[in-house]
């Protein structure tokens, strides 16, 4: 099995050091990480500006590849041709913290497993809850120099790579899987579940904030966001201990309301501006 592994929170991240030590005993890794955090880019492609692509020596000694651009645009890089490496399957993470719900629409680490999608492979992303919103980088870089005691990556690093072994040839076609833990050893961890996306309640507020020169910045991600609370979600799965794996697809076609507009005679509207007859 030949696995791309990336992140969104940067190559020299523990969480992607810990998930290519374990995703290296099931397969070849080739990692491909930005060369700084990107948390937050979603989808984010670097459109009109070249990457750079550098190796780097990771934390243990084993070599990566720093790229200059988004998780998007690491697996792409990689897919093709670079690296003279066709993957199988696509893994992103281990993320500093959790993505769940609503959030994954801004997620750098599920942007980077839905590429497997487009390149025709499995994808599966991996975070871990940390308590942290994800655009708290002052927090994330503390946790770097964390140890491993306190961020326990080991345990979901371990199942996410038995589980890709499972993604390679039982996954259904255009499908990922967003993989989130609680932050817990593997003695206290109650198993995994598979859910469903919750939904999430935002509470930011504008903050106005004066730079020292007096100019005016505002902060508008301040506060932690709550959630619904609802069984079979994958906040109740990290709730009652457990690892919630939920598959996720490329189609936001919304099935039910297609009907309902499909009442609509939008015809009429575009024959009403005068276009046509």
């Known amino acids: 099995m030949r696995i791309i592994l990336t992140n969104d929170d940067g190559i ?27 948390s937050g880019v979603g989808r984010s492609i670097s459109i009109g500006r070249p990457l750079t692509i550098e190796e780097c020596e990771m934390a243990d ?32 993470g281990i993320n500093h913290g959790e993505n769940l719900g609503d ?15 487009v390149i025709g492979v499995p994808g599966i992303a991996v975070s871990l809850s940390t308590g942290r919103a994800w655009h708290e980088s002052s927090q994330l870089e503390e946790q770097f120099v964390h140890s491993e005691t306190e961020m326990n990556f080991r345990p979901v690093a371990e199942f996410a790579a038995r ?3 499972v993604a390679l040839t039982e996954l259904p076609k255009e499908r990922i899987l967003n993989v989130n833990a609680p932050n817990l050893p593997g003695g206290k961890l109650k198993g995994a579940r598979v859910t469903r996306l919750g939904r999430r309640r935002y509470r930011d507020k504008i903050v106005e904030v004066k730079g020292e020169d007096q100019r005016v910045f505002y902060d508008i991600y301040n506060n932690p966001p709550a959630y619904e609370v ?17 598959p996720i697809h490329l189609d936001l076609t919304d099935r039910v309301g297609l009907k309902e507009i499909d009442t609509w ?4 509207l575009f024959s009403k501006n005068g276009k046509r007859g």
């Open 103 to 117: 959030d994954i629409t801004y997620s750098g680490t599920v942007a980077g497993a839905l590429e497997g999608i």
């Open 12 to 38: 020299e991240a523990p969480g992607l050091l810990a998930m290519r030590q374990a995703l290296e005993k099931v397969g070849e890794v080739v990692t491909v990480a930005p060369d700084q955090n990107r």
């Open 61 to 92: 000694g084993v070599m990566g590849y720093a790229c200059s651009g988004t998780p998007v645009d690491c697996v792409r890089i990689v897919a093709l041709g670079l690296l003279d490496f066709e993957p199988d399957v696509v893994v992103a």
């Open 163 to 165: 589980l890709a072994e």
């Open 265 to 268: 005679d939008v015809d009429a």
């Open 230 to 246: 609802e069984d079979g979600t994958d906040f109740a799965a990290l709730e009652e201990g457990r690892i919630s794996v939920t």
